[in-house]
């Protein structure tokens, strides 16, 4: 097989493709749902099929000629360049990977490793890439993940997926996989999916777009409005022919030819709505996607970044449109890993938010869980780095989650993050339409800090507003934000809602709804102004949050930094505090302590009132403790400096002996507590060489489970050979048999390799006595010569035959021929006994007449 590393002839291009192709992919146990699958489909469909299975790269695949038997379309093993067609069935190679382009195969030698190879994503990207709405993707049985981001190219393409039932697979782990992630529009069995996808090509809107005429235009913004109504979010500023295509692709799954049908189905479902809201929120992302652009981010844009700033400086950066968090996470990566190359330590952070519009991409991307597909854009460095295996996914790691702040958000309606550093829109703007563009640039150059870094995807630029932005490179989407005073602006204020009649906009412009700015700004200077100095605490006593002005309460303590409430308070708090705390923990209402005292940092006493309650809710600060502090006058005995008699001074020395006391055992309670710490730390690093090493025997899993499909394959294929051999052996059998003629087969030395029944009446031979020598058999025959002659057929390659008497006067006619194999090896000979004793006697007979009519004559002749 000539591979395209090999070739060097020019090859002419093929029109471009105007059928569809379905391609199915499988591996273990995936024979029998192929067979069904092919066994359905009409001969004249008008597509191409092409067959995508795990096989053993050491053996040749007998697939093609399996499957010609179960369809009367051709059926060919696929060749380098070779050219793609309609009505035919194309099988991969093996130890192959595929792809597509100009209309022919290309065949490559796989780049992974043996069990590590995913052969059906590599053909379903490329079929995507190729066809688009065009391309079909079906996955069958199997173990492992392969497929799934396959099915997900094609899904984001526009084209059609399907997977076998998991009920129905022998292995349910590939199609449930695909199922899990989403990227399935039908789930079917194997032998119905034929006339489905027939039914959904030849229906779909590729061919005939709807919705330019006016009842079909009347009919969007019906679908349009419903989405706005369920789900809260208008579609009206997308490109139209994306809204277009995934409405026609819901209206094909259920064969409805025009939009009018369509409406009344969505009113009467309203889980339809959600299906089409799904379909509409297009979620192309992986990791490092364009790694030409990460690479000059990580050794470019990120360095020069840090440097320019002060070391311990928190960075903020803003990935709308996140989807699953595969972009978000891998921004992370690349900001860690420039991090920890600085050379002294340093201590810079990033805090990430990543929003989308949907919340089950939002929820997968918390989870921080993906398949082992993942492995074919993340390096194994990075996978050994930043992941854990844990039951055959990949878990991000807490050090690079806990950068992330994953929130559901629309950009469109709600209020951007701002002082940022980075932003990064990739999977966006290529799906709305050109006003809406323009309202977003500019919301990106405000949210953006002076000299902040803009990544857009490939096919997007800030178009008009090259005056807000510059180019870093001009291979690469990266921007910096310029500071253009002239075009400088706020963004426009987008709507929450979207309505049908929009009311007059005010005369005046100082008549704002209270939904807008002002009241924003009202609610902020009341924060600001009545609202007390508070910290939000974890039940050790570390704050979390400052709200106000807490210095008059709080100061840092000196030496390493400490965030501990226990050490920041002031004096005559640090106690109290202590007390108010571990009450307010054990209680569920408020306490407070009132009229205390407080020394600042100049010496001069202040009244302060304490107040400390645990949080119930919301559940994500469920279990802290939230202070306020409120100042008070102070009473009026301590503000005239009135002293205090002996036996108060008296007590107030054995309370500050007490507390320092019980300050002594505090700090031993605190080096204790950095002992465990330090334990702990130990104990982790423990658990991590132990992760390692169970990540090594999982790799060693995957490889032997990659090895025991291939094996799979090749049982089933050996099995039905099996099967053939034996249908084969049962029709000679009785052939033979029907002859009535005495046989018996014999090997190179002349050992009973098979014999038929009739050979049992010359030899007297058993079952028993196969492999054993035929000169060993007692027989009949008056024919000493048999073994010499059936060594010369062997030597000479040249038949013998002989009539032969037995014992018992019948007659024989002997012949000895040599055996040859489908190789055309000789491998021992076939002797026959074919009876003739009726032909000897009437030969007798024959002589006996002519004998006696002789005789008669010669007398006769005698007499006269």
């Known amino acids: 097989m000539t591979r395209s590393k090999h070739s060097t002839t020019s090859v002419p291009e093929v029109a471009t493709i105007v059928f569809p192709v379905v391609a199915i992919g499988a591996s273990a146990g995936g024979l029998d749902p192929i067979v069904a699958f092919l066994a359905n489909v009409p001969q004249e469909s008008g597509i191409a099929y092409v067959v995508i299975q795990h096989l053993d790269p050491t053996q040749k695949a007998m697939l093609p000629e399996l499957l010609q038997r179960a369809t009367s379309i051709p059926v060919t093993e696929i060749t380098h360049h070779a050219e793609l067609r309609p009505n035919h069935i194309y099988v991969i190679p093996s130890n192959a990977d595929l792809g597509l382009t100009n209309g022919r195969f290309v065949l490559s030698e796989p780049v992974q490793q043996r069990g590590h190879r995913l052969p059906i994503n590599t053909f379903f990207e490329s079929l995507a890439a190729a066809l688009g709405e065009l391309a079909v993707g079906v996955i069958f049985s199997g173990m492992g993940s392969d497929g799934t981001r396959g099915l997900q190219a094609i899904k984001h393409a526009g084209g059609l997926t399907l997977a076998q039932h998991p009920d129905t697979a022998k292995f349910d782990m590939m199609p449930q996989s695909a199922i899990s992630a989403e990227v399935v529009d039908l789930v079917d069995y194997p032998d119905k999916m034929p006339d489905k996808i027939i039914s959904y090509l030849f229906r779909s809107s590729f061919l005939s777009l709807p919705g330019h005429e006016p009842n079909g235009r009347n009919s969007l913004q019906e679908i349009v409005a419903l989405l706005s109504e369920h789900t809260g979010n208008s579609f009206t500023d997308y490109k139209i022919n994306t809204v277009l295509r995934r409405i026609e692709r819901r209206m094909s799954l259920y064969q409805m030819g025009a939009m009018e049908e369509y409406v009344p189905y969505l009113r009467s479902n309203p889980a339809e709505i959600d299906l089409l809201f799904k379909e509409l929120l297009i979620g192309v992302t992986s990791f490092f996607r364009d790694q030409k652009v990460w690479e000059y981010l990580k050794m470019v844009v990120l360095p020069q970044m840090l440097a320019s700033h002060p070391d311990g400086r928190a960075f903020k950066a803003w990935i709308p449109a996140c989807s699953t968090g595969e972009e978000a996470y891998s921004l992370a990566m690349v900001f860690h890993e420039v991090v920890a190359g600085i050379n002294p330590p340093s201590k810079y952070s990033l805090q990430i938010f990543a929003t989308d519009l949907s919340a089950d991409a939002i929820d997968r991307a918390r989870q921080g869980r993906f398949p082992q597909t993942i492995s074919s854009d993340v390096s194994a460095e990075r996978l050994q780095r930043f992941f854990l295996l844990e039951k055959n996914d990949f878990h991000i790691k807490k050090e690079i989650r806990n950068m992330i702040i994953f929130a559901q958000q629309n950009i469109i309606s709600d209020p951007p993050f701002t002082k940022l550093d980075i932003l990064c829109c990739r999977n966006l703007l290529i799906y709305l339409n050109a006003k809406l563009q323009q309202r977003l640039i ?423």
């Open 442 to 864: 500019p919301l990106f150059h405000y949210a953006l800090n002076r000299d902040g870094v803009l990544l857009l995807g490939s096919a997007d630029t800030p178009g008009h507003f090259s005056e807000l932005f510059s180019p870093l490179t001009t291979s690469t989407r990266l921007y910096r934000r310029l500071d253009n005073l002239a075009r400088q602006r706020l963004p426009t204020y987008f709507p929450t809602k979207v309505s049908a009649a929009s009311p007059p906009a005010p005369s005046d412009p100082r008549e704002v709804s209270m939904t807008g700015k002002i009241q924003s700004h009202v609610e902020q200077l009341l924060l600001q102004k009545y609202t007390p100095a508070a910290a939000l605490l974890n039940q050790d006593g570390d704050i979390l949050y400052i709200n106000g002005r807490t210095g008059a309460f709080l100061e840092p303590a000196a030496g390493k930094a400490n965030w501990n409430i226990h050490a920041m308070a002031r004096e005559g708090l640090r106690y109290e505090l202590a007390d108010l705390i571990k009450q307010a923990l054990h209680s569920e209402s408020v306490m407070r302590l009132k009229g205390l005292v407080v020394k600042d940092h100049l010496g001069q006493s202040l009244g302060v009132d304490l107040s400390a309650e645990a949080v119930s809710q919301p559940e994500s600060l469920r279990g802290m403790v939230l202070v306020t502090f409120s100042s008070a006058p102070l009473v009026a005995e301590t503000r005239r400096g009135r002293s205090p008699n002996p036996k108060v001074l008296e007590l107030e020395q054995q309370l500050a002996q007490a507390r320092n006391e019980i300050q002594a055992v505090r700090d031993e309670m605190q080096t204790s507590r950095e002992e465990l710490k330090s334990a702990n730390e130990e104990l982790q690093s423990t658990n991590e060489e132990l992760q390692s090493t169970n990540e090594e025997l999982t790799t060693s899993k995957e490889e032997m489970q990659s090895l025991n499909e291939e094996l799979y394959t090749v049982n089933a294929e050996l099995q039905s050979k099996v099967d053939d051999l034996s249908l084969v052996n049962s029709d000679m059998k009785n052939l033979l048999n029907s002859t009535d003629i005495a046989t018996i087969f014999l090997d190179s030395d002349l050992r009973i390799r098979r014999f038929t029944a009739p050979a049992t009446q010359i030899y007297k031979l058993i079952q028993t006595d196969l492999r054993r020598p035929l000169s060993d058999i007692v027989n009949d025959l008056d024919y000493p010569g048999l073994e010499g002659d059936a060594l010369e057929v062997i030597r000479s390659l040249v038949f013998c035959e002989r009539q032969v008497q037995t014992k018992t006067g019948r007659w024989y006619n002997v012949r000895i021929m040599p055996y040859r194999t489908i190789e055309n090896v000789i491998d021992g000979v076939v002797v026959t006994f074919i009876n003739i004793t009726e032909s000897k006697l009437l030969e007798v007979q024959l002589r006996q007449m002519q004998s006696g009519a002789a005789a008669g004559g010669t007398t006769g002749e005698s007499v006269s």
